[in-house]
C-alpha cells in the first residue's frame, strides 16, 4: 500500500521514501482522525500530506511534549534550529521530516512565506499565554491553522483560480482549531494558556479564574456554558463559510475534505449534546461513527477518481 502511494508520487529514491514513510507514522500516531481523512486522498496526493503534518508535529512537540524540564529558553532555541533548517533547505537534510516537507514544498511550489507564519504563530505559544480580543487570537490563527489550510491548497488542486479557493481553505484551518480551542480549554488550562478571547468572555462574566475554578471542580458553571455556546457558534459559522470553498477543490480531493470537515464538526456536537461539560470529559467522534463516515467519503472519493481518470485532462 505504502509502496504503492510513492510509485504514484514518482517518490523513487529510497531514502526520500523512507523520510515520507516516517512522516507517515508520526500522522498516523498522532492525527487519527485527520490520518484517516488521508486515505481518502489518491495515492499521490499522500505522501505530501503526511509531510506537511510531520512537520507541523514537530513544532508542536517542540512546544509541548520533548523533555518537559526544558525551559522556554531552551524550547525557542530548538523551534529556531528547526526554522533555520528548514530555510537552509539543503538538499538532503539529515532529518527525514526535514527532507520529505523540503521536496514537498519544491515539488508543490508551496509558498515559504506560509511556513514563516507558522513558526511565528509557534513562537507566540513559547510567552503568550491569554488573547485580549479576536483580532489577536486571529493574529495567531493565521499562521497557526490559515497557513495549514493554505500549505494543503496546491496539493489538493482547484478547478477555480487558487486565490478563489484560499479564503475557503484558511478558514476550514481556522474552523478546525476553534474546535479545538473549545475542546480542550480544559487541557490547555494546565498548560497556563486560554485560546479564547478574553473581551469575549468577559461579556459574559467570565475570566480565568472562574475557568480555573470549573477546572477544579469538573463543573460547567453557568457563566461559562453562555461563553462557550457564544465561542461554539462562531465556530459553526467558520465551517458554514468554509463549506463553500468544497466544490472550488479538484473533484479528487472533494471527499476527503468533506469528511474531514465532517467529523470534526461533529466534535461540536457532542459538545453541545454534553451541554458543555468540558470539564469533566473531553469529546470525541466515537471510532464506529468514525469508520462509517470515513466509509461512505472512501465510496466517494473512488467514484471522483474513477470519473477523473475517464474523462481526459480532468484534474
Given at each position: ?34 490520518f484517516l481523512a488521508t486515505r481518502l486522498l489518491a495515492p499521490d496526493q499522500r505522501p505530501a500530506v503526511h509531510a506537511l503534518y510531520g512537520f507541523a508535529r514537530y513544532a508542536d512537540d517542540i512546544l509541548d511534549e520533548i523533555d518537559p524540564s526544558l ?226 467519503g472512501l465510496i466517494h472519493a473512488w467514484r471522483a477518481r474513477a470519473h477523473t481518470s475517464a474523462v481526459p485532462g480532468a484534474a
Amino acid at each position: 500500500m505504502i509502496r504503492n502511494e510513492f510509485a504514484a508520487a514518482g517518490i523513487d529514491d529510497p531514502a526520500l521514501r523512507e523520510a515520507y514513510r516516517r512522516c507517515r507514522e508520526i500522522n498516523a500516531a498522532h492525527g487519527r482522525t485527520f490520518f484517516l481523512a488521508t486515505r481518502l486522498l489518491a495515492p499521490d496526493q499522500r505522501p505530501a500530506v503526511h509531510a506537511l503534518y510531520g512537520f507541523a508535529r514537530y513544532a508542536d512537540d517542540i512546544l509541548d511534549e520533548i523533555d518537559p524540564s526544558l525551559d522556554t529558553t531552551a524550547r525557542a532555541r530548538q523551534l529556531q534550529q528547526l526554522s533555520d533548517q528548514f530555510f537552509a533547505r539543503a538538499e538532503r537534510p539529515d532529518d527525514p521530516v526535514l527532507a520529505a516537507v523540503g521536496h514537498t514544498v519544491a515539488r508543490y511550489n508551496i509558498a515559504t512565506e506560509l511556513f514563516e507564519d507558522f513558526l511565528r504563530s509557534m513562537r507566540m505559544d513559547l510567552t503568550v499565554t491569554d488573547y485580549p480580543d479576536r483580532g489577536a487570537l486571529e493574529l495567531y490563527m493565521r499562521g497557526s491553522a490559515e497557513a495549514i489550510g493554505l500549505q494543503l491548497l496546491p496539493i489538493l488542486g482547484t478547478v477555480t483560480p487558487p486565490d478563489e479557493a484560499a479564503p475557503h481553505a484558511a478558514a476550514l484551518g481556522r474552523a478546525f482549531q476553534l474546535t479545538n480551542f473549545l475542546r480542550d480549554v480544559d487541557e490547555d488550562l494546565l498548560r497556563d494558556r486560554v485560546y479564547l478571547p478574553a473581551d469575549e468572555l468577559a461579556a459574559h462574566g467570565v475570566d480565568r479564574d472562574l475557568l480555573m475554578w470549573c477546572h477544579h471542580n469538573h463543573r460547567t458553571d453557568v457563566r461559562v456554558r453562555e461563553a462557550l455556546r457564544a465561542q461554539h457558534e462562531i465556530a459553526r459559522t467558520t465551517y458554514a463559510y468554509a463549506s463553500q470553498g468544497i466544490a472550488m477543490l479538484a473533484p479528487r480531493s472533494r471527499p476527503c475534505v468533506a469528511t474531514a470537515m465532517q467529523l470534526y464538526s461533529e466534535i461540536l456536537d457532542c459538545i453541545e449534546d454534553s451541554d458543555f461539560a468540558i470539564f469533566r470529559c473531553r469529546a470525541t467522534v466515537g471510532t464506529r461513527r468514525r469508520i462509517r463516515v470515513a466509509g461512505a467519503g472512501l465510496i466517494h472519493a473512488w467514484r471522483a477518481r474513477a470519473h477523473t481518470s475517464a474523462v481526459p485532462g480532468a484534474a
